[in-house]
T-cell receptor, first 112, second 115 residues
Framework: DGGITQSPKYLFRKEGQNVTLSCEQN?????MYWYRQDPGQGLRLIYY???????QKGDIAEGYSVSREKKESFPLTVTSAQKNPTAFYLC???????????FGPGTRLLVL | AQSVSQHNHHVILSEAASLELGCNYS??????LFWYVQYPGQHLQLLLK??????LVKGIKGFEAEFIKSKFSFNLRKPSVQWSDTAEYFC?????????????FGDGTTLTVKP
């Protein structure tokens, strides 16, 4: 079923709280990406990682952090510094030399 | 940095009507071009892509797109839409032959097909 899992499907955050979104893949892809999708704004790149133990900021990295300790996993932490975290978060992968990206089912983050 | 512009935010068509969704990008170099589709309740998935060669590319479900380099455009077309084509469509561009491979997406076009 696509080989990319994101959990949870829905996540609620309280004020001042850090939350972590999971992204796991079994496609053996090198590159992984995190996007934020807001209505009418398309997908905006938060962070991406081309190899294990390396990651780069995307266009809207402020208030977010990531790690890439394993090839299969690329968790995204939404910190309390992110003032407008309510959005749909998509994780994607990309194999080496293959420019097409493959997307997970997404996590919807809501602020209480 | 490159940018992608999708001209239509919401398109409403009747079944059997023809579809054309506009996509323009701003980058002077060589690019890879994509159209992705997100059906209601489903993952975002690739519809078609252009890397090089024939500028008219065909994708799944009868969709095609034409790359016009002089116009920096990659418009999506389908001669006769079906109700099942109701979805959100995203145009994306990535830089050709780079290690990064990261794509820039347009804002998306929501297509509603009335039965």
């Amino acid at each position: 079923d696509g080989g990319i899992t994101q959990s949870p499907k829905y996540l609620f955050r309280k004020e001042g709280q850090n939350v972590t979104l999971s992204c796991e893949q079994n496609l053996n892809h090198d590159a992984m990406y995190w996007y934020r999708q807001d209505p009418g704004q398309g997908l905006r790149l938060i962070y991406y990682s081309q190899i294990v133990n390396d990651f780069q900021k995307g266009d809207i990295a402020e208030g977010y952090s990531v790690s890439r300790e394993k090839k299969e996993s690329f968790p995204l932490t939404v910190t309390s510094a992110q003032k407008n975290p309510t959005a749909f978060y998509l994780c994607a992968t990309q194999g080496q030399g293959k420019e097409t990206q493959y997307f997970g089912p997404g996590t919807r983050l809501l602020v209480l | 940095a490159q940018s992608v512009s999708q001209h239509n935010h919401h398109v409403i068509l009747s079944e059997a009507a023809s579809l054309e969704l506009g996509c323009n990008y701003s980058y002077g170099g060589t690019v890879n071009l994509f159209w992705y589709v997100q059906y209601p309740g489903q993952h975002l998935q690739l519809l078609l892509k252009y890397f090089s060669g024939d500028p008219l590319v065909k994708g799944i479900k009868g969709f095609e797109a034409e790359f016009i380099k002089s116009k920096f455009s990659f418009n999506l077309r389908k001669p006769s839409v079906q109700w099942s084509d109701t979805a959100e469509y995203f145009c994306a561009v990535s830089l050709y032959n780079t290690n990064a491979g990261k794509s820039t997406f347009g804002d998306g076009t929501t297509l509603t097909v009335k039965p």
